[in-house]
């Protein structure tokens, strides 16, 4: 892991780094073949300042179609660093805040403590530790002065749109991608809001063994301080290596995750980062993070369902006025192509069994692209967007690009078919 850095939090200091990886890389990305050198600026610049920055990498380093196809390789080798390797905070400023939050002395709080991270990430790190009662336990520890260096980003939103389309495809709606960060980051600072997601997370899957969701210790939580149960499992890389007969299990528990709390419970998880999953030899998945959640509303709900089940039942005119009722569209060329997306999205459905590729994903992302050039058109038929959209476009891209690294035929409209019927909805 790399040496311990503080996080530069002042305003006009992430402002000239920002502004300086932006230009690396854009000038890199135009006379290299390779990317190679702006990959590694961009890895350490967004890795040191992490916040909103070190997001903005997370994504590029993973979901396939933001980084042009020439640089993808280059880029995805450098920044997968920020996925699980960013820089570490000092250790004393790490017992500061697990005391000042918890109230009492670290050594008073664990039987054990591991004064080095074992993950770190844009916001927080994670420790190894033993509570008095014997139970491992993980803690997750936000930065020192993170708070300070995400309204430092959000007050220099314009040069972080600039970098978004630095590091992106030339067509990437950098305002809409900013914006759906900006306003989601301040709840991933609350601790104890995700601690109660994270729990309510854990009950929605009953009956569904293979998915696992750590129990949260809530004598040990605050609001900087998250306490779960010790999970440990295979990297999405080294599950991609497995026998396909058990990634494609993966994609099933994956699946049935996502969809059921979208499709039954109007619940979802929007953050697919590819280090929130722990693959089980046996099949099982272990979920992680739950700091980007939010409720679908009734209408994005019902017409959801309505899509879903129709494409289930191969009723093509059913999912074409389900889709229209979704976007509230008005027809035209918005239309057209918002069809066509939630088609291309509803693939998995319509032609279970189906192999999700990274190509397949790549088109997904460049035609989202080419929703948002029309959305930021005048045009009157092109309706409002509902806030959620830009949240579940990152879900379906995000969660579709670690699907495509697992490689495998799954039939997806199988799993839909039983957690409906089990929900008894038709």
């Known amino acids: 892991m790399d040496e311990v850095k503080r996080i530069p939090v002042g305003r006009l200091r992430r402002l000239a780094r920002l502004a300086r990886v932006g230009t690396r890389t854009g000038t890199s990305l135009l006379f290299s073949t390779d990317g190679d050198g702006a990959a590694q600026q961009a890895a350490a610049v967004l ?14 380093s993973y979901v396939d179609g933001l980084v042009p196809e020439t640089q993808r390789a280059a880029f995805e080798e450098a920044l997968k660093k920020l996925r699980s390797e960013a820089p570490q ?5 790490i017992r500061s805040v697990v005391e000042e939050d918890l109230g009492n002395s670290l050594d008073q709080l664990f039987a054990q403590w591991s004064p080095s991270p074992f993950a770190s990430a844009s916001i927080g790190q994670v420790h190894h530790a033993v509570l008095p009662d014997g139970q491992e336990v993980a803690v997750k520890v936000q930065h020192p002065g993170i708070d300070a260096a995400v ?15 630095a590091l992106a495809s030339d067509d990437l709606n950098a305002d809409a991608l900013f914006d759906e960060v900006a306003t989601r980051f301040r709840e991933e600072l609350d601790y104890r809001l995700e601690a109660t997601r994270q729990t309510r997370f854990a009950k929605l899957y009953p009956d569904e063994p293979r998915i696992v969701v750590p129990r949260v210790i809530d004598t040990h939580s605050a609001r900087r301080v998250l306490t779960s149960e010790l999970a440990a499992g295979m990297s999405l890389e080294e599950a991609a290596a497995q ?14 995750f996502a969809f059921k709390a979208i499709l039954v419970d109007g619940l ?8 929130n999953y ?13 700091g980007c959640v939010q409720e679908l ?50 693939r998995p459905i319509f032609s279970s069994p189906f192999r999700i590729t990274r190509d397949f994903v790549s088109g997904l992302v460049q035609e989202i692209f080419g929703l948002n050039k029309l959305a930021l058109t005048r045009d009157s038929q092109i309706p409002a967007v509902p806030e959620s959209t830009v949240l579940l476009n990152r879900l379906q891209f995000g969660f579709m690009s670690v699907l495509a690294r697992l490689n495998t035929e799954v039939d997806y409209a199988m799993i839909e078919r039983a957690f409906f019927e089990r929900a008894q909805i038709t």
């Open 47 to 60: 890795g040191s300042m992490r916040g909103l920055a070190a997001k903005l990498g997370q994504m590029a």
């Open 89 to 93: 905070s000092p250790p004393d400023a």
């Open 151 to 165: 309204e430092a980003d959000l007050h220099n939103g314009g040069t972080l749109k600039q970098l978004a389309k």
């Open 243 to 256: 026998p396909e007969a058990t990634r494609r299990t993966y994609c099933e528990v994956l699946w049935h």
């Open 268 to 275: 979802f998880n929007a953050d697919p980062h590819p280090g």
């Open 278 to 290: 722990l693959f089980h030899q046996d099949g099982r998945v272990t979920f992680l993070d739950f």
């Open 297 to 346: 509303g009734h209408h994005s709900l019902a017409h959801s369902r309505a899509a879903h089940l129709a494409a289930l039942h191969q009723d093509r005119q059913g999912f074409e006025r389900a889709v229209v009722r979704l976007g509230n569209t008005q027809g035209g060329a918005y239309e057209e192509a918002f069809r066509s997306y939630l088609h291309r999205c509803m």
